[in-house]
């Protein structure tokens, strides 16, 4: 299984942009990059998933270089309710079972 | 549309004891897994149903924990007995089946089993 690393924690304020990195240099050709949020005592939840250059969605953009080493969560104005940790996952479907694997992940704060 | 739901939401025994954790997935979703978090330490993954079959197991911890899927509908985790050191957090995730080979699914997480081992 891939390994990702991230920073352990960010600091930012609200309404500028967080981008969060993270390095998979084991990435497999068939991994997907999936980065999820969590929040105190909730389970995680899901943000955004890609595979290869940039993906938006309503929440966040997904960046990913030409050679899927790495790849980069933003958050665009984030508020005080972005405040949570944020996983990186890398993995695939090969052999028929996806098992998510979960890094530290990044605790971002924002600040007022 | 009724999401990933755990049962008990924290659970308080004492070393020795049995607990058993409950899990209710999405609706028509195939894939039901089972991770914990220990405190301080990464969520880490137990083990991987499709429908009623244990696709992949090899997250768990020992003997002491038995996973069970009957009828591929609802899942428990059963830990007998308790150490001290199953305190943690177990989340239940469940996801669509994949129907192709490069389809990861997303995964939907209930809130959480607090356990807590005296």
């Known amino acids: 299984l891939a390994k990702t690393t991230q920073p352990i924690s960010m600091d930012s304020y609200e309404g500028q942009e967080v981008n969060i990195t993270c390095s998979h240099n084991?990435?497999?050709?068939?991994?997907?990059i999936t980065w999820y949020q969590q929040f105190p005592s909730q389970g995680p939840r899901f943000i955004i998933q890609?595979?290869?250059t940039k993906v938006t969605n309503e929440v966040a953009s997904l960046f990913i270089p030409a050679d899927r080493k790495s790849s980069t969560l933003s958050l665009p104005r984030v508020s005080l309710s972005d405040t949570a940790v944020y996983y990186c996952?890398?993995?695939?479907?090969?052999?028929?079972?996806?098992?998510?694997?979960f890094g530290r992940g990044t605790s971002l704060i924002v600040h007022p | 549309e009724a999401g990933v739901t755990q049962f008990p939401s924290h659970s308080v025994i004492e070393k020795g004891q049995t607990v058993t954790l409950r899990c209710d997935p999405i609706?028509?979703?195939?894939?039901l897994y089972w991770y914990r978090r220990v405190m301080g330490k990464e969520i880490k993954f137990l083990l991987h149903?499709?429908?009623?079959?244990?696709?992949?197991e090899s997250g768990m911890p020992n003997n002491r924990f038995l996973a069970e899927r009957t009828g591929g509908t609802y899942s428990t985790l059963k830990v007998q007995p308790a150490e001290l050191e199953d305190s943690g957090v177990y989340f239940c995730?469940?996801?669509?089946?994949?129907?192709?080979?490069?389809?990861?699914?997303?995964?939907?997480f209930g809130e959480g089993s607090r356990l807590t081992v005296l």
């Open positions: 996952l890398v993995g695939s479907a090969s052999g028929g079972s996806y098992i998510p694997t």
């Open positions: 890609g595979y290869k």
């Open positions: 995730a469940s996801s669509q089946g994949l129907g192709l080979a490069l389809n990861t699914g997303e995964l939907f």
């Open positions: 149903f499709v429908k009623e079959s244990k696709q992949d």
């Open positions: 084991n990435i497999a050709t068939n991994d997907y």
């Open positions: 609706s028509g979703h195939d894939n």
